[in-house]
């Protein structure tokens, strides 16, 4: 018997264990890519309309990221920000990204101009600590309604959320779960987050929400380990492999009306060898 630690990026395969609704999820996403960036390069690519994305957040350590992965695979890009003029300095120089000025706490009818004529949303929105103990249901619940609404107002069907893992701790049975408590305790920012999610599922738009464990800016590491709502209550993962996982979803059919939650974990295969 011998064993082998499976150094299996993401974009190769996810492990047996992961639940078939989930691995066809991916999968499902990874094949559609690999044609729009076939089709990309085709004789007939200038004709073809660009799919525009507007990520709100843009500036943020995973919604930069989101951005660039978007760019890199050919998407139209309107970064949504709060500052420009630091978006210009921090996101990437290309000729389909547009930046615009965009604050999700804001209200609706601001934020329905900068929507206006995409084909999608994602949202990798976050509050920022300060002295505000109303910050993270000012963005995270309250920013995310008002940026559904807008798109329902604008026209746009695709929304893809990011949101946490343990955000339905409480009925999870995990209660005394240190995650979960830690963050609640900064201004019930899982309890936030759920409510957003909850306005998402009744709204009529096409959705898929992203749970990510705690989020790290290392390179990624390890396998992609994607689950059903409701079932991590701990692990990690990079924020690289949380915008790769928030950009497939929009060219994945069978990522409409789902959730899904994601780490990062080395798995070890074992192998039978004939001796």
Known sequence: MASAVCGVTARAHLPSAV????RKLFFRCRAASTMNEASASSPD????????VFVAGSTGRTGKLVVEKLLAKGFGVVAGTTDV??????????PNLQLVRADVTEGVDKL???VRGVDAVVCATGFRRSFDPFAPWKVDNFGTVNLVEACRKAGVARFVLVSSILVNG???????NPAYIVLNLLG???VAKLQAENHIRKSGIDYTIVRP?????QPPTGNIVMEPEDTLYSGSISRSQVAEVAVEALVCPESSYKVVEIIARWLVCYTTMNQ
């Open 112 to 114: 329905v101009e900068a």
């Open 188 to 190: 019930l920012t899982l």
């Open 213 to 217: 464990g705690g989020l790290t800016d």
């Open 19 to 22: 639940p078939a609704a989930a």
């Open 170 to 176: 409480a009925a999870m049975g995990q209660l005394l």
């Open 45 to 52: 690519a200038e004709e073809k309309k660009t799919t525009t």
């Open 85 to 94: 003029s630091r978006a210009r300095g921090s996101l990437p120089q290309d």
